[in-house]
């Protein structure tokens, strides 16, 4: 398997303009995270999704951010509209409910807002 | 209020010798915990995990250690090796159906050759 995919990997926009970041989840994994990774914060779980339902979404900054999971095999998270403190590394992660909850990260969305 | 703390930002070992790279949890719900690795420009990988009802795990080089009444968890490796650099997570979940995973904010090991 080749593992989580996200795209793109580095997004560079402006302010107030709109960006969505995608995921593509291991095969056969039930439940998508999407993680936002700051120097001050750290590693911060925005949303999760089991069985492309959205279970908790506590995590998420503001009503600018969205996430949605239209099947199994993709995921979006969106902000709109972004903000210079947006910038960070988004991560997305998957696993399956009897791995015992070891998440598989992909290489994550560097996204810097100018 | 950061409920998994990793209170050494960065530690350098000796190739060869032991590294020790220390995790304390406030959260008494927490019963399973993990460490990731994370290299730059890539996504965290999963090292070693262990659950509550254990005090110790191992994985060849890799060992980790939980005192639930501490609230205090660590990972040796030993020996260490160049190609362990990277910087460590330790993360926790409070089980029980809940696959949300708190982080702590990493330290960064750095093996000397």
């Known amino acids: 398997d080749a593992g989580v995919i996200q795209s793109p990997r580095h997004e560079v926009t402006e302010m107030g303009q709109e960006v969505t970041l995608r995921c593509k989840p291991i095969?056969?994994?039930?439940?998508l995270f999407w993680y936002r990774q700051t120097m001050m914060r750290g590693l911060e779980l925005l949303i999760y999704?089991?069985?492309?339902?959205?279970?908790?979404d506590s995590g998420m900054p503001e009503d600018r951010f969205s996430a949605k999971m239209p099947n199994a095999s993709f995921s979006t998270l969106k902000i709109q509209p972004s903000e210079p403190r947006d910038s960070a590394v988004y991560f997305c992660?998957?696993?399956?409910?009897?791995?015992?909850?070891?998440?598989?990260f992909g290489q994550g969305t560097r996204l810097t807002v100018v | 209020d950061q409920q998994v703390k990793q209170n050494s930002p960065s530690l350098s070992v000796q190739e060869g010798r032991i590294s020790i790279l220390n995790c304390d949890y406030t959260?008494?719900?927490?019963?399973?915990f993990l460490w990731y690795k994370k290299y730059p420009a890539e996504g965290p990988t999963f090292l070693i995990s262990?659950?509550?009802?254990?005090d110790k795990n191992e994985d060849g080089r890799f060992t980790v250690f939980l005192n639930k009444s501490a609230k205090h968890l660590s990972l040796h490796i030993v020996p260490s090796q160049p190609g362990d650099s990277a910087v460590y997570f330790c993360?926790?979940?409070?089980?029980?159906?809940?696959?949300?995973?708190?982080f702590g904010k990493g330290t960064k090991l750095s093996v000397i050759p």
């Open positions: 993360a926790a979940s409070t089980g029980a159906g809940s696959y949300q995973l708190t």
């Open positions: 999704f089991n069985n492309n339902v959205p279970i908790d």
């Open positions: 262990i659950s509550s009802i254990k």
């Open positions: 959260n008494s719900m927490f019963d399973y």
């Open positions: 095969s056969g994994h039930d439940y």
């Open positions: 992660a998957s696993s399956f409910h009897r791995d015992n909850i070891k998440a598989f």
